[in-house]
């Protein structure tokens, strides 16, 4: 069936042409807190910042003593200071080792004092893209659960690398569309990595619901905006959304996927396992997320 104009809901938010094409990375941030995390992270921050000249910048939160968490007895200057001691210690630890990876580039260091799972995101919010590893190269038991805290935190697009050698910018990116806002809002906010791809493919798996936007009058729309894109829908496989993505990214040849996150509520996408979750903590290829 041929395909109307796209509804102006969707040009809006991936705005004239002429804006839209000339938005760029300006700052790249990879949040520290994981040693080797932070290193495969920075290596996977690399090419972007390379090729469009961005700031990369380096954020570690420096986590108080925990006084209101602890029995007074524990307040004593020796433990105090021993903790203190132990944090200064990681934070020079990850300083040297975010300006080794980042070497030759223009670089920021940022430790200011906080809480790590809450001061990741809100620091991550002025960036345009903010790096992470994927959880199975990290050391911490926790690394999904602060992944998903920066994305959820930023606001941003975050970036999961996923294990292996870092790959260079993508040149094919598979733009996961279900219709939702959170898609819109990923589509939006990731624009400047639209820019530096030479095609789009938008995939919608499965149906759409009644009235919202198909593929087609997405990649159309991307199209006006100065975008080589193209709109296809796929049905969902045995394996659910996320192996299909998997699935269709492979037989298009892309080298990254680009999807906005939770679109259901986090309750259930934390207890059925959803999309998101599954995307964060075992990456296939490079993956963009936008909550």
């Known amino acids: ?29 990879v949040p520290a807190y994981d040693l080797k995390g932070l290193k495969h992270a920075v290596a996977a921050a690399r090419p972007y910042a390379e090729s469009a000249k961005a700031k990369l910048v380096g954020l570690h939160v420096r986590e108080r003593y925990p006084v209101g968490a602890v029995a007074e007895y524990y307040w004593h200057a020796p433990i105090v200071e021993e903790f203190q001691s ?10 040297a080792a975010f300006e080794e990876g980042a070497a030759g580039l223009e670089t920021e260091w940022r430790q200011p004092e906080g809480t790590e799972v809450v001061d990741l995101g809100i620091q991550a919010r002025l960036a345009d893209l903010v790096v992470v590893p994927a959880p199975a190269v990290c050391e911490r038991t926790d690394a999904a659960g602060m992944a998903e805290a920066v994305l959820v935190g930023s ?4 970036l999961v690398a996923p294990p292996g050698e870092a790959r260079p910018v993508p040149r094919h990116i598979l733009l996961a569309w279900n219709g939702s806002v959170e898609a819109a809002r990923a589509a939006a906010i990731a624009r400047p990595m639209l820019n530096l791809a ?69 309750l259930r996408e934390r207890i059925l396992g959803g999309v998101t979750r599954r995307l964060v903590t075992e990456p296939k290829l490079p993956t963009f997320m936008v909550h």
């Open 1 to 29: 069936m041929a395909q109307g104009p796209p509804p102006r809901a969707v040009l809006g938010f991936l705005g004239n042409q002429k804006e839209a094409s000339s938005v760029t990375l300006g700052t790249i941030l």
């Open 86 to 95: 132990g944090i200064a210690q990681r934070a020079e630890e990850m300083r």
């Open 155 to 158: 606001g941003r697009c975050v």
């Open 198 to 266: 030479e095609r789009v493919t938008v995939l919608s798996v499965g149906d759409i619901a009644i009235g919202m936007p198909e593929p087609g009058a997405v990649a159309d729309a991307l199209r006006r905006s100065g975008l080589a894109a193209e709109g296809r829908s796929v049905a969902k496989g045995q394996g659910g959304v996320t192996a299909t993505l998997a699935e269709q990214a492979e037989m298009a040849e892309a080298d990254a996927v680009l999807l906005g996150a939770y679109s259901h509520t986090r």
